[in-house]
DNA sequence: CCCTGATTCGC
DNA sequence: GCGAATCAGG
């Protein structure tokens, strides 16, 4: 694949949008995310604004020269962050909790997580997560179950049980009962 | 482990 | 210029 215009633009307004760099990578198609993070270097593009902390600039020190090549995994390279925020953390200090921390039950949560799902929204739902679904999915608080799935698989070990339950296993109710 | 961006350097 | 491999971090 080629860096079209069309394509650079793309990526510039992505980027700009703060979707990261394997997002972008898969609208674009047929590149990596390490082609879009390399463009967007080339570009310029790169230090999203990240609340820059204090005045101290990221200063990056330019690595010596140095003999070991790409892949020397034992070859330490020298740390050359000029300044780690240590100063701007310092100066936020936290201040004291004003409020109780309240154990938020909803009903909800003590049905759904009575499996102990990960509880995950759709946007952090991976492939190879559980995509049984817990709520209401026009409710802001739906999620999906999120366990471990085998890539490909839709559902966790648990609920693809539950999903696949044979007719004839039904009969007299051997299972629990589908709460979740 | 999943992910993130950053960097180097052979191509 | 490109991007895989790698690093460092969350």
């Known amino acids: 694949m080629q860096w079209t215009d069309e394509r650079v633009e793309l990526l510039k307004k992505r980027w700009a949008d703060g979707l990261s ?20 270097h080339r570009l310029g593009l790169s230090g999203r604004v990240k609340a820059q902390p204090s005045g101290v600039a990221r200063l990056r020190v330019k690595p010596a020269p140095t003999t070991a090549r790409r892949g020397a995994p034992s070859a330490p ?9 240590g100063a701007a953390l ?54 999906f179950c999120g366990g471990r799935s085998s ?6 070990s648990h609920h693809a049980q539950i999903a696949y339950q044979p007719a004839n296993d039904r009969r007299r109710d051997r299972r629990p009962a589908i709460a979740h």
């Open 151 to 156: 890539p490909g698989d839709a559902y966790c």
């Open 21 to 40: 760099a394997s997002q972008i990578a898969a609208e674009l198609g047929g590149v990596t995310r390490n082609a879009v993070i390399g463009k967007v």
């Open 90 to 143: 310092q100066a936020v200090a936290q201040p004291q909790a004003r409020v109780m921390p309240q154990p938020r039950v909803t009903p909800i949560e003590l049905v759904e997580t009575q499996f102990a799902c990960e509880r995950v929204t759709i946007m952090e739902l991976r492939e190879n997560m559980c995509r049984w679904p817990l709520g209401d999915p026009s409710q802001t608080d739906f999620r």
């Open 77 to 85: 390279r020298e740390h050359v962050y000029a300044s780690h925020g």
